[in-house]
């Protein structure tokens, strides 16, 4: 028996940051059939309020060190503005969505993060149980798109901020013994790139052991880091098909007309 097919998409990047991108990505995935669930973080519109309001931002190996400050901004920009401006233009495009944090409806409890060596604030870390599964599968059988961002709780009434790519892991993961699940990274490039500055050095099928070699000559960096362990661990763990791909050519991907994108592979 073939299961339901289910899409994981995240939205990260320009694609996020730019309005009229983003207006277009949201047209372009309300005509979607297979259904979808669409994770978003925000990181530099939350980034540009810190600033604004002269609160220190800090990034580690791509991730964001937040403290007290720092996750009011973040709860204000991704489980506020940002969410529910995607949401109302699904709405627009006759997409009937709702907009979800961790916190509502305990859809994803996360553990506050201990590290040795460095204190990472507010920063909530998932496990195997993160997921309210069941609520996700309800919504879905209502016909309804999550729209998922990247506040948690704590289930003891504190508010964290977790990587916006490893909830959307942590979604398909979930999935991924009742549905046949997508994951797809969506930003501005055409995907892994072996050069960041030219958007044609896409590479289009990745395996563990390239990325610890391409890792540890530097060609993969920074942001992408904890993007590609997400993809892996999705991979290790049920998730069909796993890709990287420029946000604008997400309807040829699925269609099988867009080729340049990075496949992450066993």
Known sequence: MNKEKVLVIKIGGNSIDNPKELVAFLETIATIKTPFILVHGGGKLATDLAEKLNIPQQLIDGRRITNAETIKIATMVY????NKNIVALLQKNNKNSIGLSGADANLIQTTKRVHPTIDYGFVGDLHTTSINTEFIENLLNFDLTPV?????????????????????????????????????YCFEKNGVLYDPSNDDSVIHELNHQQFEELKQQGIISKGMLPKL???FHALQNGVQTIAILKATLILGFLNHTNHEYTRIIK
């Open 229 to 231: 362990d997400n993809c």
């Open 148 to 184: 998922v961002n990247a506040i948690t709780h704590d289930g003891k009434g504190e508010l964290l901020n977790t990587n916006a790519d490893s909830i959307a892991n942590a979604l398909a993961v979930s999935l991924a013994s009742k549905y046949e699940v997508s994951l797809l």
């Open 79 to 82: 489980a506020g503005y940002i």
